[in-house]
């Protein structure tokens, strides 16, 4: 959404192209069907997708990015927008697919207690991984050692080196094997002075690029030559055919209660954009969801 | 070899780490052997190979990177030390194996006359791709387009902006889906602006950082998160037990003439301080080979 709010979008798909002035925003959420002339949905329906509106009813046109919930009321819907919607997806292919972890691996997360880093998290340790997570707050760093098993964290606003603090959290397992980007930017510098041999880098996001007039510089890209390691930017939305392959992966571990998901749900569509400016200084812990109407 | 003249290398495998003051240099050569006691060589035998250092005799003991020499009379010894040997295994498994090239793609490749690059240009027409090289002199974008059919070339040293240059070349075929990285820095930040969706960054070298006592920055690193790039740093002997597969490729393109190579080779272990030296501001025109000894 913040990506969309630039006014100079290159055209390309109409889902991530800048929105207009005055109409509402569009992003991802979870809503009922009201009514509908299409044959894959029908009233009454629950769904979640790309193309639901800030808005308590919302016209969809084109609903390629639009999924059936087939719920039960053990899940809370909220899940669809995230462990079981597009965060879930990012974290679940962003980890296996562009990582392509291995039991053993070493594993860091920035970012680690937000909507997809405390999944991606908790996937590597259900494989055998060592996970070292960063995030921005005391309480959140607890979040990621208690709450999510991350193996080690440390909060990134207290570290005046994050060369030196990855070192010390990392430094008797020789370095970062798979690094689950999110940040870029400082952290990005830090790590590549971490990764070890062959180690790959999953670009999911780079949160604090995103509010720069420009791009910070990175300094220390030949790494990437001499460690020959893989940096790949990937779209979750090159993913959602996969989603019920996804699905069948997650539940059983969300029923068991081996995966949990921690949501920060704010009331009304008057929260919305404090909501989603918090995001950017991290005043949000877990998953933030604006509740915008409810039946 | 310039990496390994560092004085500060961290310790690993013998042939990565710092050169010794007052021992010969070690690099890639061509030679015959004079006495063997390890039964994978005789007395007589052409080698090629990493162990061989700038001097008239070398006492070779780990032999681990070192090949045989299956000489026939068509075939220059000297293209065991480029086309036949380390640059072209380079170039094949960079391009074909990182690059995942096909019919249509549009390559670009910097330091696009060297010893790589040339091939680079040539693999890529042979697949049927749309090739663009950069080099340093109107002598080499010569010779890019006329003897190694590159479809287009510039002069780096002639550009100020190398996005503009970038765009001029590529702009109808619209971006670039692999760059073959033989340059870094203000190259890559630039040839970053014209990569298209799920392009594939191959990186080989990056010659302009290895003499600067601080690397350059690169600020459009999250165009790899914007347009799923792949950036994949290589290294050629992971590829060496493939090297018969590589010949097998290769020599009937050499027999036929329908890949050249263009070598620059200066006489005397003297002249190899400067030959060295010289590949930093592009003096050499080709492969630069330094002939030490010859029987």
Chains 1, 2 share one sequence.
């Not at 979640?48 to 009813?57: D, K, L, N, S």
């Not at 809370?76 to 597009?86: N, V």
């Not at 098993?149 to 798979?178: C, P, Q, S, V």
């Not at 029923?255 to 005043?283: M, N």
């Amino acid at each position: 959404m913040r990506g969309r709010m630039q006014g100079d979008l290159p055209p390309g798909k109409p889902e991530l192209s800048s929105y207009s002035l005055g109409s509402p925003i569009v992003g991802y959420g979870v809503a009922r069907v009201v009514d509908s002339r299409h044959s894959d949905f029908k009233k009454g329906d629950l769904v979640w997708g790309r193309t639901i509106g800030w808005e308590e009813y919302s016209l969809i046109t084109a609903p390629e990015y639009l999924f059936k919930i087939n719920h039960t009321d053990d899940i809370p819907l909220s899940h669809y927008t995230g462990i079981l919607g597009m965060p879930g997806m990012t974290a679940y292919f962003g980890f296996f697919d562009i990582g392509s972890p291995k039991e053993g691996d070493r594993v860091y997360v920035s970012s680690a207690s937000g909507a997809v880093g405390q999944l991606v998290g908790q996937f590597a340790k259900l494989i055998g991984c060592y996970v070292v997570g960063s995030a921005g707050s005391k309480e959140k760093v607890e979040l990621l050692k208690t709450k999510f098993g991350f193996d080690d964290a440390f909060n990134y606003k207290e570290e005046h080196d994050l060369d030196a603090a990855l070192k010390r959290l990392m430094y008797f397992t020789e370095g970062i094997d798979i690094y689950f980007e999110n940040v870029g930017g400082k952290m990005l510098d830090a790590v590549l002075l971490n990764m070890r041999h062959h180690g790959r880098i999953a670009l999911c996001g780079m949160i604090s690029q995103y509010n720069l007039e420009q791009p910070e510089s990175v300094h220390n890209l030949i790494a990437v030559l001499f460690k020959q390691i893989r940096m790949e930017g990937f779209a979750v939305a090159e993913y959602y055919d996969q989603y019920s392959k996804f699905l069948d992966f997650v539940l059983p571990y969300i029923k068991e209660g081996k995966i949990v998901y921690v949501e920060d749900i704010t009331e009304g569509l008057e929260s919305g954009p404090a909501a989603l400016i918090g995001l950017f200084s991290g005043r949000n812990v877990g998953r933030q969801v604006v509740k915008v109407a409810q039946e």
